[in-house]
């Protein structure tokens, strides 16, 4: 499964992270009530990452790099989940993601997710067409990742997220343009996510029904058509369906743009809290009922990677309860 991040999407690999860079915050945030799908979205509740006692940092792997780390959790993962036996059906599988730095800063933030497609045993696979094909362990999948970022923002990251007096609270005040965007591959993003030494968490894998796997394929054909453009704050766009930012890009993959809270603004709704929001609106919202095959609990199912500049190094910044570190 390691073809699953290395032989995905081509592209060049990026030398910075997060949403953007250009923020004007001349007003006090305006705290608003929640509802799921905004980027900017309040959550009442406390935040996913919040506790006061962590276990310490799993170190055993520190020398193999971020992205074979996270591989060999997805191998594992899923391989429990089909067994030891035949597997006589095609399966399917989510894996959301989420990074963002110690001040929890919306230009250092980023959520996306990876699909998987693991063929039958003993049967032709019937492939989707433009997914990447692989093997492992004598069994056929297809994958791909929707992470929705400018498209050249690995050259060009400096990204205009609001600017303007009042823009946060009033999206016509927002002197920010949409971009052309496009969805970058696993290793991309990861690499985003190295260069900024942010911590980065994952859930699942996930089993899902192939109707799950199939919106999933449907939002990537519409990202991948370039007839929709990247935009940080989205309010004013995704109704026409004009653009959308990284976190409309994965939630509600049934509806292009699902509504958010008043206004479309909250607080500290991005990064981790953003990605299990949209956990909750998969495993919460009636129209998704059914749709995942095992339970979900956001807070327990959330392990992490941290960045530590050397084996044991104090004051690593770690938001999760379980996590391992990496440095490359």
């Not at 971020?66 to 030891?84: C, D, P, S, T, Y």
């Not at 963002?100 to 497609?117: A, C, E, K, L, T």
């Not at 004051?315 to 570190?325: E, I, T």
């Amino acid at each position: 499964m390691n073809d699953l991040v290395y032989k995905q999407d081509t592209g060049a690999q990026s030398s910075r992270s997060g949403v953007g860079r250009k923020i004007n915050f001349p007003e006090k945030p305006l705290v608003s009530r929640f509802v799921i799908g905004a980027f900017f979205v309040l959550c009442l509740s406390a935040p996913v990452h919040a506790g006061l006692l962590k276990p310490d940092v799993d170190y055993s792997n520190y020398q193999t790099p971020l992205l074979l780390q996270m591989v060999n959790r997805i191998k594992a993962k899923i391989a429990a989940r089909l067994g030891e036996g035949e597997n006589r059906r095609d399966r399917y599988f989510i894996v959301p993601f989420a990074y963002q730095n110690r001040g929890n800063s919306p230009d250092f933030s980023h959520s996306f997710i990876s699909v998987v497609r693991v063929f039958a045993d003993q049967k032709q696979p019937k492939y989707t067409p433009g997914l990447r094909r692989e093997r492992y362990r004598n069994r056929n999948f297809e994958a791909f990742t929707i992470s929705w970022l400018p498209h050249d923002f690995d050259k060009n990251p400096h990204l205009c997220v609001f600017d303007g007096a009042g823009s946060r609270v009033h999206p016509k005040l927002n002197q920010c343009r949409p971009v052309v965007g496009r969805s970058f591959n696993l290793p991309e993003t990861l690499k985003l996510a190295v260069n900024e030494k942010v911590a980065v968490g994952m859930w699942g894998p996930y089993e899902i029904m192939k109707v799950a796997f199939d919106l999933g394929v449907k939002r990537k054909r519409l990202l991948d058509g370039g007839s929709i453009r990247y935009i940080a704050d989205d309010r004013l766009y995704r109704k026409d369906r004009v653009a959308i930012n990284c976190f409309h890009a994965m939630a509600g993959l049934e509806e292009l743009y699902p509504n958010g809270g008043f206004l479309g603004t909250g607080w500290r709704m991005w990064g981790i809290n953003g990605t299990a929001r949209v956990l909750i609106e998969y495993t919460k919202a009636e129209r998704n009922r059914g749709a995942l095959l095992e339970p979900v609990d956001y807070k327990k199912d959330l392990y992490g990677f941290v960045y530590a500049p050397a084996a044991n190094a104090p004051g690593v910044y770690n938001p999760f309860r379980n996590a391992s570190a990496y440095h490359d």
